[in-house]
């Protein structure tokens, strides 16, 4: 049996642990903060393969959707996972990529069709048939939303009950090497845990965690802003994409927003609040689409980055000069994690070679 450290407990440290210590490996986690207290606890969280290119990329994403799915039997429910799929159409400047993405979609055999303007209103009732005006719409049946810290939350519960091991308020450091051997980790607080593989799973912090810069993953993160209305009446179940306003439902009535352009307008350490302006214009946005929920203002803002490797591809494997030391750094991580877990898993401990992974490999970065 191997001593594991994975480093990270968001969506991808926490599928990767769950699926080492079912795999009968001695797993410990490391987790900085808290459990989902990283870019999972702020994301959009829309598990899709949509707009997912080249051709490997859509089918690593389309094995996440349905590894999400396959949980349902093995858990015996997903609570954490909420379908319905997602209504989308676009601005008129983008109706013929609009159609070539969805078309492009059809032909690789994703659950995507066109559908008319009666069938959005039985979708979404509330919804302002107004706004999409001529625009196509598409329905992607299989796409839907997760709660990703309740997610992690149940993935470390059941990581724990093979015997791994969760350490909170542990910010690693230093990844320590005998030779080209990992031995362990080193710790903010200097204390030192030893082991024989340690799995870097810490999302756009990955760099901070490694002290050697020969060894750190070049990432292009960028910023989000998410924004929540409080409890609206609004029949909203499906993650809606749009050129004025993405939202999906968010809990006992509230809304998440998002809008991509916004996002320029904030910085790393920008401050979010209810009452910035951004906030504010979302929410006017999301008014626009759905009239029905009346003169509301924003009830959070918060503000993430996106862990995304440079070349904007998932970065999972082992890193080479360096023996025993692995990555599992991705945007739409989300989506991807629980399939990524079983994965690394097969990888680290049955030493089986996941052919879906040879385009994600992060040696790509190191040659
Ligand atoms: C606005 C926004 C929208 C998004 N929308 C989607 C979407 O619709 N669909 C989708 O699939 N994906 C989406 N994503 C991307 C997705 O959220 C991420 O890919 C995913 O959450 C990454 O998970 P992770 O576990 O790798 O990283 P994180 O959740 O960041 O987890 C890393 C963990 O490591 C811990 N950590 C960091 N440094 C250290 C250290 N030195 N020592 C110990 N612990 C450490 C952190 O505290 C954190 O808990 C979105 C992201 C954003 C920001």
Redo the contacts with the bound molecule.
């Keep these: 049996m191997a001593k594991i450290i994975v480093?990270?407990?968001?969506?991808?440290?926490a599928s990767v642990a769950f699926r080492l210590a079912q795999a009968g490996e001695d797993v410990t986690i490391?987790?900085?903060?808290r459990v989902?207290?990283?870019?999972?606890?702020?994301?959009?969280?829309?598990?899709?393969s949509n707009h997912k290119l080249p051709r490997p990329y859509h089918d690593l994403n389309v094995a996440g959707m349905r590894a999400h799915a396959a949980l349902a039997e093995e858990f015996g429910g997903t609570p954490w996972w909420h379908g319905g799929g997602r209504i989308e159409w676009e601005a008129e400047a983008d109706q013929a990529a609009h159609k070539e993405n969805v078309e492009r979609l059809r032909s690789w055999g994703y659950a995507a069709e066109w559908i008319s303007p009666a069938q959005v209103a039985e979708l979404e009732p509330d919804l302002d048939l107004a706004v999409i005006g001529d625009a196509a719409v598409a329905y992607m049946a299989d796409d839907g939303w997760l709660d990703?810290v309740v997610y992690a939350h149940a993935m470390v519960s059941a990581a724990r009950r093979h015997g791994a091991k969760l350490e909170l308020g542990?910010?690693?450091?230093e990844v320590e090497t005998q030779g080209a051997r990992v031995v362990g980790v080193k710790a903010e607080d200097g204390r030192r845990f030893g082991a024989d593989m340690v799995v870097n799973?810490?999302?756009?912090?990955a760099n901070?965690?490694v002290l050697d810069s020969g060894l750190h993953i070049p990432l292009a993160p960028t910023v989000?802003l998410?924004v929540f209305t409080p409890p609206v009446a609004c029949s909203l179940s499906h993650v809606l994409g749009n050129p004025i306003c993405d939202m999906r439902p968010d809990g006992a009535g509230r809304l998440m927003l998002?809008v991509n352009e916004i996002d320029a307008k904030v910085a790393p350490d920008t401050t979010p609040g209810a009452g910035m302006p951004e906030a504010r214009e979302l929410v006017q946005r999301a008014i626009s689409i759905f009239p029905g929920i009346g003169p509301v203002e924003p009830e959070a803002a918060r503000v993430?980055?996106?862990?995304i490797p440079r070349d904007g591809l998932s970065a999972v494997g082992p890193v080479p000069r360096i023996e025993g030391y692995y990555l599992a750094?991705?945007?739409?991580?989300?989506?991807?994690?629980p399939f990524l877990g079983k994965a690394v898993a097969d990888e680290i401990a049955h030493g089986k070679q996941r052919p879906e992974l040879a385009s994600f490999r992060p040696e790509r970065f190191f040659n």
């Design positions: 480093i990270g407990a968001g969506v991808m440290g490391l987790e900085a903060v989902g207290g990283g870019t999972s606890g702020i994301s959009f969280a829309w598990t899709n990703p542990v910010r690693v450091r799973c810490a999302g756009r912090w901070d965690a989000g998410l998002h993430t980055q996106r862990p750094i991705t945007h739409s991580g989300v989506t991807l994690s």
